[in-house]
């Protein structure tokens, strides 16, 4: 890939001042000094060192915030991947706070009419003037179709595609710098970490993907009676809004409200898990980003997911590669488990095989005999991650973000119910596993 180079436009050279003041701010002088040669010297003065007081994982959540939507996004996508940075860094970007100010009414409205070329009063027969959420790279207003439906239109920020596409020209071009100037960040290729991490991002702020999804999910469910995928109305929307069924429930997180309903904490915590196993291994297709906030409960403890922009894949060849490993693990089969990842291609050249095997057994004899009850998917997993960066192991994309949304899950669900325990929910499936291979080994 040939990598974007930074302009001589004087809105790159801003933006990237303040992106090294930011960094300076915060205490990032090492990663600023890596690149002063080729760029801090041409932006000399006016960048401001201040002490910083906070943890470094602090700090770093601290830049991406303050450096705006783009980098708050890549960060919300890095809190997905434990596998490419330390699982403190990933569970404080997990923090990352996605509120802004709206932009105005009458610019939100001029986006919808010149989408539908139509004038708003044409299009709905009510539309808040007031949006009901506003983050850093769309807001969202509530509205009334001419049938009387209740609707919700997410509307893209103005020139946000511009802001992100000089925002990644940039990282790019810092990328390619600190992979030459920086030994130890070679090791970790931080140029196609970026490819991956914006390749993500490019797609969760494309509106015609994000309503794609959603019309996926809502076919995989549509006989399920657990769950509830709101509806997209293609007639409605466009390249810079997406209008969506309003979803009136509960945040699966809101305890309290959901004790007033009436509802059943241990029922939705289990819908919860069936609605992530079924998309891993009946679909091969699931919502990469399941946090509490992101689950809405209605009446009957069903479950409706929101937020369709981050979803993961998993081939026919990689749901075999899971269900080896899972079957490995079972089978306390080290052996197999490097197969595995020698057929995946995710251990890198350097690897030392007899410190990866003694990790590997070592890490699975410490759960071996452990009562399911007592098992913490949660732990297990970060555990994993850190087993996988300390020996350089790679996974596909899609394969770490099952893992995560699987942990994640793990969490609500305890959240909701202390007994709960994924590992038991999902035991059918690794029968049905077992059952299939047995069958296929008989043929």
Known sequence: M?????????????????????????????????????????????????TPSLRREERVRKVFEELGPTFIKLGQILS?????????IADELRKLQDEVPPFSSGEAIKIVEEEIGKEVHEIFSYFSMEPMAAASIAQVHRAKTFSGEEVVVKIKRPNIEKMIALDLDILFHLAKIAEQRVAELKLYNPIQILEEVSSTLQKEINFYNEGRNIDRFRRNFEVDSSVYIPKVYWELSGERILTMEFIDGVKCSDLKKIEEKGLDRKKIAYNG?????????????????????????????????????????????????????????????????????????????????????????????????????????????????ELTRKHKIRFPADFTLLLKS??????????????????????????????????????
């Open 2 to 50: 040939k990598i974007p180079r930074v302009g001589k436009r004087i809105k790159s050279l801003k933006r990237l001042q303040q992106i090294f003041s930011v960094l300076l701010k915060y205490g990032f002088d090492d990663i600023v000094n890596a690149l002063r040669e080729d760029l801090a010297i041409k932006l000399g003065k006016g960048l401001v060192r201040k």
């Open 80 to 88: 997905l991947r434990p596998d490419i940075v330390p699982l403190k």
């Open 273 to 385: 898990a069936q609605l992530i196993l079924k998309q891993v291994f009946d679909h091969g297709f699931f919502h990469a980003d399941p946090h509490p906030g992101n689950l809405y409960v209605l009446e009957g403890n069903v479950i409706a997911p929101l937020d369709f922009g981050i979803v993961g894949r998993l081939s026919d060849e990689m749901r075999e590669a899971l269900e080896d490993i899972l079957l490995a693990v079972i089978k306390k089969d080290v052996n197999k488990i490097l197969r595995v990842f020698y057929q995946m291609g995710v251990i890198s050249d350097e690897f030392d095989s007899q410190r990866l095997k003694a990790d590997t057994f070592e890490f699975l004899d410490r759960y071996y005999k452990v009562p399911l009850n007592q098992l913490d998917v949660p732990s297990i997993i970060n555990e994993m991650f």
């Open 406 to 443: 699987l942990a994640t899950v793990e969490g609500v669900g305890r959240m909701l119910n202390p007994e709960f325990n994924m590992i038991e929910i999902a035991l059918p499936y690794g029968r049905k596993i077992i059952k299939k291979r047995r069958s296929i080994e008989r043929q």
